[in-house]
Every structure is written in structure tokens, then in C-alpha cells.
């Protein structure tokens, strides 16, 4: 069973506008929580992060929040360009004091000119 | 280069064949980390590393996959008799300490093909 889930494979969005990409874990016991971003043939690249002892983080156009009673992440990108076009991965660690990193299937996201 | 590098890029090898999979990861980092990412899916965990030892094997499908880190540096998945549902793409990360927090690089991967 999927413990972290990116129900949306894909979104397209206008040059400009906001983008909102949306992530559900089942355990509350995850402490941390991250977004890759991956384009064709390369590995994924970190974005941002954020801890289970915070409900926002944001970095330039990037900011994540975080409802731990929905158990529910969302990447927010304002504004979108073009550039942002990629795999964007949810991403959950900490569980029981795992190292590993529990990922999402991803959601496509195009920003269209 | 500065980053995770895997060789190669691209195996293709026949069913029932042994493969194996390098990583080179950033110099000086302790935390290496192997996954599998099957086509529509996310990244799935197979091992960790913390220096020289699997601190974490519990992603190993079966005793066809094995990894090594002997120098606590350079890593090796290696899989015996390979089978076509191994056909995936295989990412190496490494970050500076381990650490669920700490931001893990990843290289570009390793798309292995079992004909």
C-alpha cells in the first residue's frame, strides 16, 4: 500500500500563474518531508523540504506547506515559467527513524508559454 | 564533475545474466543510498550506506541483489540472474551524513534493460 500519494499525474498551468501540486501520506509517524523535481534522463533534484514541526517553508517562488492533521503537503511555485516543466516527486522520511526517502509516483507538471 | 556519477548509463543484458552498477558519489559523503524507479513510478528504496556498512537492506527485493561500499566510497549493486521485471532505472544518491533532513544528490541514473 502507497504510503505517500501524488493522486494528480499530471497539471498544466499558464506562464505566470500558480502552480499547485498536492501530496498524501498515510503515516504520521513521517518527520520530514521533501519535493524533487526531475527532468528527462537525469536524476531528480532536490526543490525544498520541510519539517513535521513546521506548517510552511518557502524558498523564492517555492513554498511548501504542510497540514499534519490531513496528513496532506502542497508545493506551491509562483509565478510559473516554462523552465519549471518536469516530474515533480513528494518525498517522506524519518518513519521510525528510517534514513530512506518514501516516494510518490510524481505529477507532470507543464507550464505552457 | 562535482556530482553522483553512475556508470553506465544505459545495460542492456539478457535474462539470466549478471549485471553490476557503479556509483561514484560526492567526495565526502558518508550517506550513499541506491534506488529502483520503474516506469509511472516514484523512486522505491532498495539499500542505505552509512560509510562501509548497509545500515539499511530492507528495499532489497531478493537475494539476486546484493551492494557493496568497500572503501566507503564507490558502490556497486549487483544483481544475479537477472530477470525482465528487473528492467528499471537504478539512481544512486549521497548526501553528508545520512539523515531523513539531509538533502541527498542524485546522479543520473542507470537504465538497465533485461531482454
Known amino acids: 500500500d502507497q504510503q505517500v500519494k501524488q493522486n494528480s499525474p499530471s497539471l498544466s498551468v499558464q506562464e505566470g500563474r500558480i502552480s499547485i501540486l498536492n501530496c498524501d501520506y498515510t503515516?504520521?509517524?513521517?518527520?520530514?518531508f521533501l519535493w524533487y523535481k526531475k527532468y528527462p534522463a537525469e536524476g531528480p533534484t532536490f526543490l525544498i523540504s520541510i519539517s513535521s514541526i513546521k506548517d510552511k517553508n518557502e524558498d523564492g517562488r517555492f513554498t511548501v506547506f504542510l497540514n499534519k492533521s490531513a496528513k496532506h503537503l502542497s508545493l506551491h511555485i509562483v509565478p510559473s515559467q516554462p523552465g519549471d516543466s518536469a516530474v515533480y516527486f513528494c518525498a517522506a522520511s524519518g518513519l521510525y527513524g528510517s534514513e530512506k526517502l518514501v516516494f510518490g509516483k510524481g505529477t507532470k507538471l507543464t507550464v505552457n508559454p | 564533475g562535482a556530482g553522483v556519477s553512475q556508470t553506465p548509463s544505459n545495460k542492456v543484458t539478457e535474462k539470466g545474466k549478471y549485471v553490476e552498477l557503479r556509483c561514484d558519489p560526492i567526495?565526502?559523503?558518508?550517506?550513499l543510498y541506491w534506488y529502483r524507479q520503474s516506469l509511472g513510478q516514484g523512486p522505491e528504496f532498495l539499500i542505505y550506506?552509512?560509510?562501509?556498512?548497509?545500515?539499511?537492506d530492507s528495499g532489497l527485493p531478493n537475494d539476486r541483489f546484493f551492494a557493496v561500499r568497500p572503501e566507503g566510497s564507490v558502490s556497486t549493486l549487483k544483481i544475479q540472474r537477472t530477470e525482465r521485471g528487473d528492467s528499471a532505472v537504478y539512481l544512486c544518491a549521497s548526501s553528508l551524513a545520512g539523515g531523513g533532513n539531509t538533502e541527498a544528490f542524485f546522479g543520473q541514473g542507470t537504465r538497465l534493460t533485461v531482454v
Open positions: 567526495s565526502g559523503h558518508t550517506a
Open positions: 503515516n504520521s509517524m513521517f518527520d520530514y
Open positions: 550506506f552509512q560509510g562501509t556498512g548497509a545500515a539499511d
